[in-house]
C-alpha cells in the first residue's frame, strides 16, 4: 500500500504487483474450481466435508467482520459518542468481510447458483445453517445499508443520504439481534455432531462463546484495522480521526480485556460442565491449554497492562495476538479437533487452491478497503456532512 | 435521530413477528418419537455374514451406480477398511482382531435410516425426508450442496460427488425406496445368499432379534444395535462380539440428533424477544442520563449567572449606599465648615455687627 501520491504517478507499487499476482492466481482456481468441481482444487472427502472455506473464510471470516455491530453498538445504542470516529471504518470492515464470506460460499458449496433456495423453495427450519443463512443475508444487507450514507455523501445524493441516517438506531438495534444470532448459531452449527467434535471444544454453550467471543474479535479487528489505517491512510484522516484514535485503542482495549476475562471464565466453565478435566492431560489437552491461556488468558492481561500504563503499542500488539486466537479457536472447532478420532491418513490437510482462494478474497478484500477509502468519507467527515453528535 | 418511539416500536414489532412465524423447536419436552408405525427396516446378522460383498454388488446393479475399480467377487479388497462413497452407498469390512474364536467377523455399512434423522434435522433446505415407510430420501433438485449432512451425520454415512462441476449429488443408501414402495426388496437383502439380512417391519425385526438373542445368548451379544442409539435406527444389527470391535461407534448415546441443536434453537425468539427490550432500554437510560446531564449543565449555568446577577447587584447598591454615605459626609462636612466659618465671623463680628442677623443667616443656609 502506499499513498496517493505514488500511485497516480505509478501503478507499480509493491502492494499492487503482489495484490495483482495474487488475483490472477485466486481468478485461475477460480476458473478450475467452476468448471472441474471441488474435487480438482479442494483436500474436501467424504469424511471432511469441510475445509477451510468453511473454517477459515466463513467461521473466521464472521467472527472478524464482527467490529461493525460492536462499534455502532457502543456509539449509538451504549452513548460512547467519543468513538464516533470507529464508526464508519468498523461498519466499512464489517461490510466487505460479510461480502467476501457470501462469495467465498459460492465457492464452497456445490451449487452455489441455488444459494436462495434454503428461502424460495423450502425452508429448513430445523437447521442451525438455516439460521446461519438468513442472518448472514440479512445483517449483510444492514450493512450495506449502514454503509451507504459515505457513498452517498460521495456522490452527493444529500437527500437519501439524510433518509439513511436517520434510521441509524433502527438499523443498529437490528444489527446486533442478528448478529446475537448468527455468531453464535456459528458455534450451535457444531452441537449436532458431539460424536466427531472433541469433548474438549464440544460442549452445550459452544454458541455462548461463538457470541462472546465474536465481541471480543470485533474490539480486537477495531484496534488492529485502525492502527493499519492510520499507517496507511493518515494522510486521508481528518482532525477527529487522528485525536480519537488513541481513545479508542484505550476503550476498545480496556473493554477487549475486560470480555476476554469472562470468556476465559466460561470456557473454564465449560470443561467443568462436561467434567473434562482428565482429558487436558492428553495431547489435545495441551493445546487446549494453548489456546485457554496463550490465546484468552495472555491478551486479556496484557490489554489490562496496555491500558493501566497507555502503552499504546502493546495494545496493538495484543490485537493481533487476539484476532490470531480467534482464528486458532475457529480453525480448532472445525478442523483440528473435528474428527478427532479419525486415523491420521484420514484426516484433513487443506489444499494450496484452498489456501490460495483464501488469499485471494483477502487480497480482493483490502483492494476493496483502499479503493473505498481513498474516495469516500470514511475516516474523516465529509465537509459537507458535519458529524452530529 | 429522529424517529418517532412508536413508529421505532411498530418495526421492531413487525420485525420480531416476521422471525418468530414458522419455528418449531421443542427443546424441552417429554414427547418421544418412536418411529412411524409399520414402518419398515433391516435386520443384520453378523454371525450369520460370509463376506462374499454380493450385498454390494446387489445394491450396485438396482441403483445403478458406476462400475468399481475393482470387481465385487475380489475379496482382497476386504483388507483395507472401507466406508461408504459416491459410487458405493454399501460396503463390507472385515475385522481379524475380535474377541472371539469365530474371527474374522463382517460388518456392513450403509445409511442406517434413523428414525429421526440428523441430516433431515441439518439440512437447510429440507432435502432429506422420513418416509413413514421408513426409508430415508433424499431430494436431489432443491440441495445446494453445503454437506452440513455430512457433518451432522454420526454414521458418517452421506457422500459427496466432488468430482462433479454442475451437478454434484449427496449419495447415500435410499433403503432402495423406489423399489419397496414397487413391493421389491432392496437390493442387498435380495442379493443376500445367507439370511444375514432380514427385511421386515421394524417391530417384527426388533422380536425376531430378541428372540434370537434368548435362543443363543452363547453366540450374541445382548444388545440390538439401532433400537435406541441416536433415537434409534431403521437398521438394526445382531452381533457375536462387541460392537465397538467392528467399528461401530458405542458411544453415540439415544439421543435423537435434533434434540442437541432443538435448546439453541430455541434461544433465537427470546433473543429476537428480549434484544430489543433490552438494547431500546440502555439507549433510553443513555439518552435520559445525557437529557439529566444537559438540564443540570443548563441549571448550574443559569445558577451561576443568577449569582452573578445578584453579586453584581449587591456591589452596586452598596457602592451606591458608600457614595451616597460620603456625599452626606461631605454635605455635612461642607455644613459644619460653612457653620463653623459663620460661627467665627460672629465671633469677629459680636464686636461690630447684630447677632440675630447672624443666626438668621446660618439658619437659611441649612434649610
Known amino acids: ?389 | 435521530m429522529s424517529i418517532t418511539r412508536r413508529k421505532f416500536l411498530g418495526w421492531l414489532g413487525a420485525a420480531s413477528l416476521g422471525t418468530t412465524l414458522g419455528t418449531t423447536a421443542h427443546a424441552a419436552s417429554n414427547k418421544e418419537f418412536k418411529g412411524y408405525p409399520e414402518s419398515r427396516g433391516v435386520l443384520f446378522d453378523n454371525t450369520r455374514c460370509i463376506g462374499c460383498r454380493k450385498c454390494e454388488q446387489g445394491c450396485n446393479k438396482v441403483n445403478e451406480l458406476p462400475a468399481p475399480d475393482r470387481p465385487f467377487d475380489e475379496l482382497s479388497v476386504l483388507e483395507t477398511k472401507r466406508r461408504t462413497t459416491a459410487k458405493a452407498y454399501t460396503v463390507v469390512n472385515r475385522y481379524e482382531k475380535v474377541s472371539s474364536p469365530k474371527a474374522p467377523v463382517y460388518s456392513k455399512i450403509q445409511c442406517n435410516h434413523c428414525l429421526e434423522p440428523a441430516c433431515a434435522s441439518a439440512c437447510f433446505v429440507r432435502a432429506f425426508s422420513k418416509t413413514e415407510i421408513g426409508a430415508v430420501t433424499y431430494d436431489e433438485s432443491v440441495c445446494v450442496g453445503c454437506r452440513y449432512c455430512m457433518i451432522a451425520c454420526p454414521f458418517e454415512i452421506p457422500t459427496y460427488e466432488y468430482d462433479k462441476a454442475f451437478t454434484p449429488r449427496v449419495m447415500k443408501c435410499t433403503m432402495c425406496h423406489p423399489r419397496v414402495i414397487k413391493g421389491l426388496l432392496p437390493g442387498c437383502v435380495e442379493a443376500c445368499p445367507t439370511e444375514a439380512l432380514t427385511y421386515g417391519k421394524r417391530d417384527d425385526l426388533l422380536r425376531i432379534g430378541g428372540e434370537r438373542i434368548r435362543k443363543f445368548p452363547e453366540r450374541y451379544v445382548n444388545h440390538i444395535y439401532g433400537e435406541n442409539e441416536m433415537g434409534g435406527t431403521s437398521w438394526l444389527y445382531l452381533s457375536g462380539v462387541p460392537f465397538g470391535e467392528v467399528g461401530m461407534r458405542e458411544d453415540l448415546g439415544i439421543t435423537p440428533a435434533p434434540k442437541l441443536t432443538s435448546g439453541a434453537l430455541s434461544g433465537v425468539p427470546m433473543v429476537v424477544g428480549l434484544w430489543p427490550v433490552l438494547l431500546t432500554g440502555v439507549y433510553a437510560i443513555n439518552k435520559r442520563k445525557e437529557r439529566i446531564e444537559r438540564e443540570e449543565k443548563q441549571l448550574a449555568v443559569a445558577d451561576a449567572l443568577e449569582k452573578a446577577r445578584a453579586e453584581a447587584e449587591s456591589k452596586l447598591a452598596e457602592a451606591m449606599e458608600q457614595a451616597k454615605k460620603e456625599k452626606e459626609a461631605a454635605i455635612e462636612k461642607a455644613v459644619n465648615t460653612a457653620m463653623e466659618e459663620a460661627a467665627k465671623a460672629q465671633t469677629e463680628e459680636t464686636a461690630d455687627a447684630p447677632t440675630e442677623e447672624a443666626a438668621k443667616n446660618a439658619g437659611e443656609e441649612d434649610a
Request: a positive charge; aromatic letters at 14%; glycine letters at 8%.
Open chain 1, 1 to 389: 500500500m502506499s499513498d496517493e501520491a505514488s500511485t497516480t504517478k505509478s501503478y507499480l507499487t509493491p502492494f499492487n504487483i503482489i495484490a495483482g499476482i495474487i488475483v490472477i492466481i485466486g481468478l485461475f482456481i477460480t476458473a478450475l474450481r467452476f468448471t472441474k468441481g471441488l474435487g480438482a482444487v479442494t483436500n474436501l472427502s467424504d469424511n471432511n466435508p469441510w475445509g477451510i472455506w468453511i473454517g477459515f473464510d466463513l467461521l473466521v471470516g464472521v467472527a472478524l467482520a464482527a467490529g461493525g455491530y460492536v462499534t455502532s453498538a457502543a456509539v449509538y445504542i451504549f452513548g460512547m459518542k467519543r468513538y464516533h470516529s470507529a464508526v464508519r471504518p468498523a461498519i466499512l470492515t464489517g461490510f466487505l468481510g460479510y461480502a467476501l464470506v457470501v462469495v467465498a460460499l459460492n465457492y464452497d458449496v456445490g451449487r452455489p447458483w441455488r444459494l436462495p433456495f434454503p428461502f424460495i423453495v423450502q425452508q429448513g427450519t430445523t437447521s442451525l445453517l438455516f439460521e446461519v443463512a438468513a442472518c448472514v443475508a440479512l445483517y449483510l444487507t444492514v450493512l450495506f445499508i449502514e454503509f451507504t450514507p459515505a457513498a452517498m455523501e460521495w456522490l452527493g445524493l444529500k437527500r437519501a443520504r439524510n433518509i439513511v441516517v436517520k434510521l441509524t438506531l433502527l438499523l443498529t438495534i437490528f444489527g446486533v439481534i442478528l448478529s446475537t444470532l448468527h455468531q453464535s448459531s456459528l458455534g450451535a452449527l457444531f452441537l449436532i455432531a458431539p460424536s466427531k467434535l472433541h469433548p474438549l471444544w464440544y460442549s452445550p454453550y459452544l454458541p455462548v462463546f461463538f457470541f462472546v467471543s465474536s465481541i471480543i474479535a470485533g474490539l480486537s479487528m477495531v484496534i488492529f484495522e485502525s492502527t493499519l489505517s492510520h499507517r496507511y491512510f493518515a494522510d486521508k484522516m481528518d482532525e477527529a480521526h487522528l485525536k480519537e484514535k488513541d481513545d479508542i485503542a484505550l476503550g476498545f482495549g480496556k473493554a477487549a480485556s475486560l470480555v476476554l476475562a469472562g470468556y476465559f471464565i466460561i470456557k473454564v466453565i465449560g470443561i467443568s460442565e462436561g467434567n473434562n478435566w482428565h482429558l487436558l492431560g492428553t495431547s489435545y489437552g495441551l493445546w487446549f491449554l494453548v489456546e485457554l491461556f496463550g490465546f484468552v488468558a495472555l491478551p486479556c492481561f496484557l490489554y489490562a497492562v496496555g491500558v493501566r500504563e497507555k502503552k499504546l503499542k502493546l495494545i496493538k500488539w495484543t490485537a493481533v495476538l487476539t484476532v490470531l486466537g480467534i482464528i486458532v479457536n475457529r480453525f480448532n472447532i472445525c478442523l483440528v479437533a473435528f474428527n478427532w478420532h479419525l486415523p491420521s491418513s484420514e484426516r484433513y490437510f487443506p489444499h494450496w487452491m484452498e489456501i490460495g482462494i483464501s488469499v485471494f478474497l483477502v487480497t480482493a478484500g483490502l483492494i476493496a478497503f483502499r479503493f473505498i477509502v481513498t474516495r469516500m468519507p470514511i475516516l474523516y467527515a465529509h465537509p459537507d456532512y458535519p458529524e452530529e453528535h
